[in-house]
């Protein structure tokens, strides 16, 4: 698993769906707070390898402390399948929940621990 490859994706009813090309062998497990409550687990694409293809309409964009990352989730059933964001340089990103992906056995995964708590 360590090549990018394309994955679909969503939220549980299905109102979000996206498609995006994914190295799974780079996957965060982040301590902060909405990570842990969230059990979240992170890939980072470039915005150019991440497609929406339904749901647009349905996100509710939830923010907190420094408001850099637009947490998306789902109007509907209320799963966070991916976020908004910019990198350090500026460019556009997203972080996708890896639990949100179809046909990924998330035990698999070996995911980093990165502390998130303390920036
Ligand atoms: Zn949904």
Not at 39 to 53: C, D, K, M, N, Q
Not at 66 to 73: E, G, K, S, T, V
């Amino acid at each position: 698993m360590s090549e990018a490859m394309s994955y679909d994706g969503g939220c549980h009813c299905g109102r979000v769906r996206f498609t995006t090309v994914a190295n799974l062998s780079s996957v965060i497990a982040c301590n902060c707070s909405i990570c842990t409550k969230r059990g979240l687990l992170l890939t980072f694409v470039p915005a150019s390898r991440f497609t929406l293809h339904s749901g647009e309409d349905g996100l509710v964009d939830y923010q907190f402390g420094a408001h850099r990352i637009h947490h998306l989730f789902c109007a509907t059933c209320g799963v966070e399948s991916f976020a908004r964001g910019t990198a350090p340089d500026g460019s556009e990103m997203r972080a996708v929940n890896v639990r949100c992906l179809d046909g990924v056995d998330v035990a698999a995964l070996t995911p980093t621990p990165f502390n998130g708590k303390d920036l």
